[in-house]
Nanobody
Framework: QVQLEESGGGLVQAGDSLRLSCAASGRTFSSYVMGWFRQAPGKEREFVAAISRWSMSTYFADSVKGRFTISRDNARNTVYLQMNSLKPEDTAVYFC??????????????????WGQGTQVTVSS
């Protein structure tokens, strides 16, 4: 089992950048595929980004492609989401997620087993 804790959320203006972090504890971090999801008010949770166990592959939702990057540091048991050129529609609670299994495709249908509590990101116009 792995425990996940997000940090780095906050209130920013449109066009700003923000970096989210997710610290993991528990079993070997490098065993997990890691991902970020988000849920805006009144909407369903949606996939944002994912990264393979040794950072060989990254995946992004079309809505964030070219603006967000995902990375991980297995030595620090941490995964990051760098968010650039933020838009008001990026406002949501962002969740870190992990799974030992290879994700299902399309990634919009991926439901990782482990989740953090989430961190709020608010982008003002």
């Amino acid at each position: 089992q792995v425990q996940l804790e997000e940090s780095g959320g906050g209130l920013v203006q449109a066009g700003d950048s923000l970096r989210l972090s997710c610290a993991a504890s528990g079993r070997t971090f490098s065993s997990y595929v890691m991902g970020w999801f988000r849920q805006a008010p009144g909407k369903e949770r949606e996939f944002v980004a994912a990264i393979s166990r040794w950072s060989m592959s990254t995946y992004f939702a079309d809505s964030v492609k070219g603006r967000f990057t995902i990375s991980r540091d297995n030595a620090r048991n941490t995964v990051y989401l760098q968010m650039n050129s933020l838009k008001p529609e990026d406002t949501a609670v962002y969740f870190c997620a992990a799974d030992l299994q290879t994700p299902t495709y399309p990634l919009s249908t991926w439901t990782p087993r482990y989740w953090g509590q989430g961190t709020q990101v608010t982008v003002s116009s």
